[in-house]
């Protein structure tokens, strides 16, 4: 667990998941499977005692991961320096030897662009029909030499 003036960053955990799906009201039978299964590859930040944002990779085989994040509508009030997810993504692809992190964003969620674009993603193509709605989304990856 690292603390810093207003952040503790710790592991994630499956009921840290839970809790911010349940405030973006979700309500997918499969997420708290989903999130169990997230345990063991991911971080979660409470800022001034509140959850703020769950992340991590989910090891699709050897070497390559899926980056994934939670985060409640309301993100932009707990001010999380982008850096904090830039370095610990870096820590989990050395941990677990990725030498590829892959992660989706809407094509819409032109703030999700911007922030994993600064994160050190690469966008790759675009991916039609990707999210429950039917609409696009944008492939991003990190590889790691």
């Known amino acids: 667990m690292v603390e810093t003036e207003a952040y503790i960053i710790r592991d994630y955990r499956a009921a840290d998941g839970v809790e911010m799906l349940s405030r973006q009201a979700c309500n997918d039978p499969d997420a708290e499977k989903w999130c169990a299964e997230a345990e063991g590859g991911g971080f979660s930040i409470i800022y001034e005692g509140e959850l703020a944002l769950c992340a991590g990779i989910i090891k699709e085989r050897k070497g390559v991961g899926q980056a994934w994040a939670l985060f409640p509508l309301d993100v932009g009030k707990y001010h999380i320096d982008p850096k904090i997810a830039r370095d610990k993504l870096n820590e989990l692809m050395i941990e677990h030897n990725f ?12 703030a999700g662009v911007k922030y994993i674009e600064w994160v050190g993603f690469e966008r790759e193509g675009r991916m039609r029909c990707n999210e429950p709605d039917k609409s696009d989304s944008f492939l991003y990856a990190i590889i790691r030499d």
């Open 99 to 110: 030498w590829r992190v892959f992660a989706t964003v809407r094509c819409d969620f032109a």
